[in-house]
């Protein structure tokens, strides 16, 4: 091999192996660093798109995720205001059975009435005060429009909505109770018909306690109704969250293979980089004198 000044092969043989051994070295302390061995686009083109894709579906994910528990939360809320309702349309059987009993004089009739009135009243108060996120779902404002519960990634109505159904959300007032169970009558004789009062009544428009306690059970019964609709409607959602949940696993999984460094390969390959940048640099140091060989042949 002849020996020249000008150009120095070893050296630069060298440098290039040294400048491999710093890249590496370099990567390796990037990808130990952040716990990623897809850090840039250069790393794996192909993975790196990847890998930008399954991260926008998770925080699609995530986001379907919370409209399904929000949906679930909205629904929670109406069962429970419903749950109230039933108590005190419960108390009202009772005291419209009472009242039935025909051993009341007209004072505890009256007294009957007055409990009876300050419960429907509150059934009221009740449906016209159960909101959620801004809209009442008890008051009859949402019956004839349908709720879409965004729970997938897309606009596919039937594999990324749930639609809630307006009957979900009719009113709870009390004289829509009964009419909802096919009796139709004014919100000011209802206590008066429970509590067996009100005799100057059309004897064709009168309803005793004893009827009374019929329709109120027709009530009950349509209450119980709604509650399962309801029910039904919380069921999908949650069976939707489930599903979100092992979608999200299944990517993050994915994502995890495709993208998460080997901290253990790593910390091999920063072994390896920092033992030949070592010996590349100490080389390097001998191949620059090999020209002044030269000197010795003078």
Not at 221 to 241: F, H, M, P, W
């Amino acid at each position: 091999m002849a020996i020249t000044i000008n150009t120095n092969l070893s050296s630069q043989i060298v440098q290039s192996n040294l400048n491999k051994a710093t890249t590496s070295l370099n990567q390796a302390i990037e990808r130990m660093t952040t716990g990623y061995k897809i850090n840039h686009a250069a790393d794996n083109a192909a993975g790196y798109s990847i890998a930008r894709s399954w991260e926008a579906k998770l925080g699609s994910l995530d986001v379907a995720a919370d409209n399904a528990a929000t949906g679930a939360d909205m629904l929670s809320t109406l069962e429970d205001h419903y749950a109230l309702v039933s108590t005190h349309v419960q108390r009202i059987r009772d005291l419209t059975e009472q009242a039935a009993n025909g051993t009341y004089g007209e004072q505890s009739l009256k007294a009957i009435q007055e409990e009876i009135n300050a419960r429907l009243d509150e059934i009221d108060r009740i449906a016209l005060n159960c909101e959620f996120s801004g809209q009442n779902l008890m008051d009859g404002t949402l019956e004839n429009k349908n709720i879409a519960i965004q729970v997938g990634l897309d606009s596919d109505g039937g594999r990324s909505q749930i639609s809630l159904e307006g009957k979900l959300f009719k009113s709870g007032k009390i004289a829509d109770l009964f009419k909802d169970a096919g009796f139709e009558i004014d919100r000011a004789d209802i206590a008066k018909f429970c509590a067996n009062l009100d005799p100057e009544t059309d004897p064709d428009d009168r309803v005793d306690a004893a009827d009374m306690l019929v329709k109120i059970d027709d009530v009950i019964d349509k209450i119980s109704s709604r509650v399962t609709t309801l029910g039904a409607a919380q069921n999908r959602i949650e069976s939707a969250i489930e599903s979100i949940a092992v979608q999200s696993e299944n990517i993050t999984s994915s994502l995890s293979t495709l993208r998460d460094a080997d901290v253990a390969q790593e910390s091999s390959n920063f072994l390896k980089a920092q033992i030949l940048q070592q010996a590349s640099a100490t080389l390097l140091a001998t191949a620059n004198q090999t020209p002044s060989i030269a000197l010795n042949l003078l």
